[in-house]
Nanobody
């Protein structure tokens, strides 16, 4: 049974930085998509970024492009999201998600991912 466990959330002022981590407990493969999503109160879950483990190719939502960086450390079985220049509108619960043994490209759709972590809260004050 694979599990995803996020950490690293917290409260920061606008312009600050945080690094989220997502530890993957269980087997992984070189054909996995790992993604970060976020959900603010009263809003739908929003795709933030994803990475394909086969070639480490990445994709970002326009709202975070140039400020956030997704990466993975295969030796540690950990996914990261480095968040810089944070804005109040980045405030949300952040979730990591996984889709294993993917055929084709990673998708920004939440329904593409079959495994989710419990989330970590990020709060950015102005």
């Amino acid at each position: 049974q694979v599990q995803l466990v996020e950490s690293g959330g917290g409260s920061v002022q606008a312009g600050g930085s945080l690094r989220l981590s997502c530890a993957v407990f269980g087997p992984t493969y070189r054909r996995d998509c790992m993604g970060w999503f976020r959900q603010a109160p009263g809003k739908e879950r929003e795709w933030v970024a994803n990475i394909y483990s086969g070639d480490t190719s990445t994709a970002y939502a326009d709202s975070v492009k140039g400020r956030f960086t997704i990466s993975q450390d295969n030796a540690k079985n950990t996914l990261y999201l480095q968040m810089n220049s944070l804005k109040p509108e980045d405030t949300a619960m952040y979730y990591c998600a996984a889709a294993f043994l993917v055929v084709g490209a990673c998708s920004p759709s939440p329904s593409f991912y079959g495994l989710w972590g419990q989330g970590t809260q990020v709060t950015v004050s102005s």
